[in-house]
């Protein structure tokens, strides 16, 4: 079964930096688009970056493009966010997604808090 794990969250100050990993199994890794999304408190999910299945392409929200970075080891099957210039308001929880099959695939999150 398709099983995302994320990791690499925790509390950084304004300006700062973050890498989160995400671990995937359960498919054929290196066929799918991969994407990451976050979610405030109080806010709908949001779309951050999308990589394509080579990592030749990226897309980002106009809210982090410059300051995030989406990559990807198809031989680690694992997707990244390079998180740098952080701000207080991309304090949510982070998560890697997957549309495989018309279903939509979702790990458990990982806490990203800006704060000083």
């Known amino acids: 079964q398709v099983q995302l794990v994320e990791s690499g969250g925790g509390l950084v100050q304004p300006g700062g930096s973050l890498r989160l990993s995400c671990a995937a199994s359960?498919?054929?890794?290196?066929?799918?688009?991969m994407h990451w999304y976050r979610q405030a408190p109080g806010k709908e999910r949001e779309l951050v970056a999308t990589i394509t299945t080579a990592g030749s392409s990226t897309n980002y929200a106009d809210s982090v493009k410059g300051r995030f970075t989406i990559s990807r080891d198809n031989a680690k099957n694992t997707v990244y966010l390079q998180m740098n210039s952080l701000k207080p308001e991309d304090t949510a929880v982070y998560y890697c997604?997957?549309?495989?099959?018309?279903?939509?695939?979702w790990g458990q999150g990982t806490q990203v808090t800006v704060a000083s």
């Open positions: 359960g498919f054929t890794f290196s066929s799918y688009f």
């Open positions: 997604n997957v549309v495989r099959r018309a279903t939509y695939y």
